[in-house]
């Protein structure tokens, strides 16, 4: 036996009509479920009650059928009217909810043949959607037209006889069952959309459509999208829950606060670039850059940062120029140098100070200041029009205007693998770069379990 279990509805075809097998019992013979779960209305309960018919069916296939003996579940809905649509879709889908929870792991063959034509429109529903391991399967009519045997509520019917004079029983009996391709066809459009998603890293649009998930990768992506919109908290409590063969946040050991934003944030840009959405990626990268280099300047410097800042007012760091002149004064004459202006009271620590300040401390290497340097020509470029103009940024600008003083061109895929550098050797102590393509792991898993 397979690892299958089959899930069907059952009429008055069922289990045989006419010495032939009804869709339940086809199903059963062609594909050899583990297990049966059969819904049944108020009717069907009661013919079960009366005669075992499905009982004595069970029997005879476990005496008859080599090597073959499946366990028969049967749910009595109660279901008096069973061609009332809103009246069978509740239970209908309660029942189906509760054979996929008891059976973690198993496919779930439908049976798309057996049942009013208002359960099969619910069967034929289940049977498209992702969020569930299915495979519809129709059995055609062996009349090959609306049947003219006696159907299985005749007063005359007698399943013992049924069943003995079956004639599927013969070895030269052709199977009726096919999986249909329309159905088949509609899943792989349902997962086409989610993969496509995945790529364009919505992860809010994929939330938004949970109901055609399977049930196990709802919470992991509500995680993925909290943690895309820098939500860290909510992402942290989605993600306590979560039993994956890989880890959310992988470090090489409890990590710093600043550097869990960071690193946050540049996996934030790294979407960004893959999804080619470039204005929002440039306006992010200067509050990335500004906070990474100011932990660059507090290892760069030979004094604490603290000595040569202003009081705190508020968010923002302010040089303090008489400091600077007391505590570094060959520095300070560099950089105003530099700068080609004096630092001022009430001077903001921004890109445009930072990272020449970096390069008269001298102690990070060329490929990263002139990274650096070529980041702030892209801000002054680009950053104010994109945030107070109609305008768009394309990778053709980034490439034109983000240029080192080496004449070096930098694009959004080269800029993302820098500062993907400079997080590693600014936070050798924790930055794991697993880090760094979480997302992509994330979507290898969702996309397994489609």
């Known amino acids: 036996m397979t690892n299958d279990i089959l899930f069907t509805c059952v009429g008055t075809t069922d289990p045989v009509r006419g010495f032939r097998d009804g869709g339940m019992l086809h199903i ?89 034509p208002q359960m099969k429109i619910i069967l034929a529903q289940l049977s498209l959607s992702p969020q569930y391991q299915t495979l519809g399967i129709q059995v055609l009519n062996p009349e090959k037209r609306s049947g003219s045997s006696e159907r299985a509520n005749h007063k005359d019917y007698i399943i013992e006889d049924e069943l003995e004079l079956n004639e599927d029983n013969e070895p030269d009996s052709p199977c009726r069952c096919t999986e249909p391709r329309m159905l088949a066809m509609q899943r792989n459009m349902q997962r086409t959309r989610i993969r496509s998603l995945l790529e364009q890293r919505d992860y809010r649009a994929l939330s938004a459509m949970r109901i055609d998930l399977p049930a196990e990768i709802v919470p992991l992506v509500n995680h993925l999208a909290a943690r895309n919109d820098l939500k860290s908290e909510e992402a942290k409590k989605l993600a306590r829950g979560l039993s994956l063969p890989f880890a959310l946040y992988p470090a090489k050991r409890a990590t710093d ?82 700068l080609n202006e004096m630092i001022r009271p009430n001077t903001d620590i921004s890109l445009h100070v930072l990272v020449p300040f970096l390069r008269v401390l001298g102690k990070l290497p060329d490929s990263t200041l002139n990274v650096l340097e070529a980041c702030v020509r892209l801000n002054r470029a680009q950053r104010n ?66």
């Open 257 to 338: 606060e600043q550097y869990k934003q960071l690193s946050e944030y540049h996996l934030l840009l790294r979407n960004l670039q893959l999804t080619k959405r470039y204005t929002e990626f440039v306006l992010r990268i200067n509050p990335f850059l500004t906070y990474l280099t100011i932990q660059m300047l507090q290892k760069s410097l030979p004094c604490p940062l603290s000595g040569i800042i202003e009081p705190r007012r508020d968010d923002r760091i302010r040089l303090d120029p008489v400091a600077m002149a007391r505590i570094l004064p060959a520095e300070k004459a560099a950089l105003e140098t530099r």
């Open 28 to 116: 059963m013979r062609h594909y050899r479920p583990q297990k049966v779960c059969i819904f049944l209305s108020k009717e069907m309960a009661d013919f079960e009650r009366a005669d075992q018919r499905f009982t004595k069916t069970f029997k005879y296939v476990c005496e008859h059928w080599e090597n073959y003996a499946p366990q028969m579940v049967t749910h009595d809905s109660e279901i008096v009217n069973a061609a009332d649509l809103d009246a069978v879709y509740d239970p209908l889908f309660s029942f189906f909810r509760q054979t996929v929870q008891e059976n973690p792991g198993s496919r779930i063959l439908i049976n798309l043949s057996s049942g009013t």
């Open 385 to 450: 029009p994109a945030a107070h103009q109609l305008h768009a940024i394309t990778e053709e600008r980034i490439q034109a205007d983000c240029v080192d003083d080496n004449g070096r061109h930098y694009g959004a895929a080269d800029l993302v693998r820098a500062f993907g550098r400079m997080l590693r050797e600014t936070y050798p102590d924790w930055c794991d770069e697993a880090l760094f393509t979480i997302y992509d792991r994330c979507n290898e898993y969702i996309i397994s379990l489609l």
